[in-house]
Structure formats: structure tokens, C-alpha cells
């Protein structure tokens, strides 16, 4: 059959990878922004996401899947077909996402990632720690096989604080052993995606720093901590005020370097001229479609100058926020 390109269009992408054991959706609107492809990759309509593995060997200590991760199915065979045979008809995507908690553990992701290049997808990205990266032929296998985008999971500045926050000894050398192996392979983009914590917001700009000599990370990416409940029972929420120094310092540096920036879960208006770095899309994500339930606990959107706020972007404040630390009406402004 010839294929055709559908144009962009959520709702039916949404409708055509319908398959039992998942769930498509999207944890915020798309394409609102199209001005900050200039300080984003801001690629998320182009990707498509599958959650495939439910099994971790870190223990991070904010892992916001943690308590679903026993509960939770990776998105089955059915599914994944499902994605490939749409893509191969009509071309719907550039790029797919292989996700988890940590994909590396699937030993058949090299066949994955090939069937996905054989359907038609020209970028495949994993999302993952990064600790496995460092045996060389294990990340020869991935890139022979068409991965070519990692997204990694840095927690801390140093191997003392991320080997903290992810409770094993020797994951930071992994981790970095690996990026700097792909660093230097064509064809390869690197991101990174970390997590602000209490544990975490001061060494954000280090940690920026100790990147620094990556020649392929073109994105770094902040993710303001939710906890997907309605308290925040781990205390590890900072507020956006002692946050921000930090947070925009480490922007800063990173467009310094060249990189792109994408900032999740952060007032708009708290970012002040760096207010563009706040990109809240994602992928089409096709899970179990318990996450969704649990993603609903958050509760975004609470925002008391919301009404008057013209921002497309700002998720405003969730639940366990609003009970740690209140509305922030006096500190908040709505953007005019
Ligand atoms: S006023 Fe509220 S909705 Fe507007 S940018 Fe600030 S936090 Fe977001």
C-alpha cells in the first residue's frame, strides 16, 4: 500500500494506536509555543512514546513512579505493532521514544529499536540512567541497531550526589563513561532531564558546568518535582523561591554552552526573562492506563490570577504544592 503523511493532528494519533493494556494521552497541550523553537528543540508533536519496561536497578530517592512500578504493565506487543504499522502507512511521526523506568533492562531493545528504523521512524531515543552505556559493546549494539537520541537521567553534579539520590555506588562514572562513549559517535544527540529536589536545586549550575565538554548534548532539561499524590510525604518539593537563583543560573550557563533548555513544572512568571524555557509538552505517551490516574492526583492548573494570566504554557501549582507551601498569590503575577 503507498504511504501518505498525515499531517499533525493529536486526536488521531491518539485514536490510531488504540490497543488493549494502554492508554495514548498527553500530560499537557502541544505546540502552544511554536515561538521557543528558537530555545528548544521543542519536538514533542514529532515523537511518539511507549513505556516498555516497569523494572529499575537504580533507587532513585524521588522516583515519581516508584509505588506504581509493581502495579504497572509495559505496553505490550500488540501495541508497539500497532505504533509500527501507523507509522509505516502514513509516516505520522519522525521519531519514537522507548521508555520506562529503565528500558536498557528489556534485552530485546536492540530489536526494538531496528524494527522501529525498518518502520519508517528516522530518530529513536531511549530514556535511561545511562549506567549500562558504559560497556561499549552493549552501546554499539544500540547504536547499530538505529538508536541514536539518549535521553539520560542526571541527578546530581558528582558521582558523591548522584550516586546519593540514586542509591547505587559507581552509577555517575557508568553514566558518564557512557556519554562520553556516544559523545563521540556521529549522528548522536545527547539530552538530559534532572530532576529538582531539595536534594538537588543548589547544584543545578554545576552540574551544568561538569557537562560542559559534551560535544553532542544539545538539550538539558529540568524537571520540577511532583509527586504524583496529593501530599508530598517525602519532603522533597523545594519552593519556586529558593529554586529559581539556581534554575536560572543553570540556564543561563546552558545556552552559554549552546544547549537547548526545557524547564517543566515552573511558574512562568517566577522565570522572568527566561520565561521561554519553560516547555511543558510531551510525546504522545502510550502506558498503562493505570499512570493516567495517578497522574490525575497532581492536580496542575491551580493558579489563583489564572483567569487574569495570559501564559499557554504554565502548568501553575499543583496539590502537594498548594498544601506544603500555599497559593503564592502574593508572589505569583499573572503574565499580561
Ligand atoms: S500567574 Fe499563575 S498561571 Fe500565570 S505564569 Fe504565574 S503561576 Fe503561571
Redesign the pocket.
Known amino acids: 500500500m503507498a504511504s501518505s503523511k498525515r499531517p499533525h493532528d493529536p486526536l488521531s494519533a491518539f485514536q490510531s494506536v488504540a490497543a488493549p493494556g494502554v492508554r495514548g494521552g498527553v500530560t499537557t497541550a502541544p505546540g502552544l509555543n511554536s515561538d521557543r523553537a528558537r530555545v528548544s528543540l521543542r519536538d514533542h508533536e514529532k515523537y511518539v512514546s511507549l513505556t516498555m519496561e516497569f523494572r529499575c536497578n537504580l533507587k532513585c530517592v524521588h522516583c515519581m513512579i516508584e509505588d506504581t512500578m509493581d502495579r504497572l504493565q509495559p505496553a505490550p506487543e500488540e501495541a508497539f505493532a500497532k505504533v509500527l504499522e501507523e507509522q509505516r502507512e502514513h509516516k505520522r511521526w519522525e521519531g519514537m521514544v522507548l521508555t520506562g523506568a529503565e528500558i536498557t533492562l528489556r534485552r530485546d531493545l536492540p530489536d526494538l529499536a531496528r524494527r522501529a528504523r525498518e518502520a519508517g521512524f528516522s530518530r529513536v531515543r531511549i530514556q535511561t540512567h545511562g549506567v549500562h552505556l558504559s560497556r561499549h559493546n552493549y552501546a554499539d549494539e544500540l547504536l547499530d541497531a538505529g538508536v541514536n537520541e539518549f535521553f539520560i537521567s542526571v541527578t546530581g553534579s558528582d558521582s558523591e550526589s548522584h550516586d546519593r539520590i540514586t542509591q547505587v555506588p559507581g552509577a555517575w562514572d557508568k553514566m558518564l563513561a557512557g556519554m562520553e562513549y556516544l559523545d563521540q559517535c556521529d549522528d548522536v544527540r545527547l539530552l538530559t532531564n534532572t530532576v529538582v529536589t531539595k536534594l538537588s536545586y543548589k547544584m543545578l549550575p554545576e552540574l551544568v558546568e561538569r557537562l560542559s565538554h559534551l560535544k553532542r548534548l544539545v538539550q538539558m532539561e529540568f524537571w520540577n518535582y511532583w509527586p504524583m499524590a496529593e501530599t508530598d510525604t517525602h519532603d522533597y518539593c523545594a519552593s519556586h523561591e529558593e529554586i529559581q537563583p539556581y534554575l536560572c543560573a543553570a540556564i543561563l550557563r546552558a545556552r552559554a554552552y549552546g544547549r537547548f533548555v526545557e524547564v517543566k513544572n515552573f ?3 517566577l522565570l522572568g526573562d527566561l520565561g521561554d524555557a519553560l516547555v511543558n509538552a510531551q510525546p504522545l505517551l502510550i502506558i498503562d492506563p493505570g499512570f493516567w490516574k495517578e497522574f490525575d492526583r497532581n492536580g496542575f492548573y491551580q ?1 489563583v ?2 483567569e487574569s ?1 495570559t ?1 499557554t504554557e ?1 502548568l ?1 501549582l499543583n496539590t502537594a504544592y498548594i498544601e506544603k507551601f500555599g497559593n503564592e498569590a502574593e508572589k ?4 499580561p
Do not use: I, K, T
Open positions: 511558574p512562568e512568571c493558579c490570577h489564572r494570566c501564559s504554565c501553575g505569583l503575577y499573572p503574565l
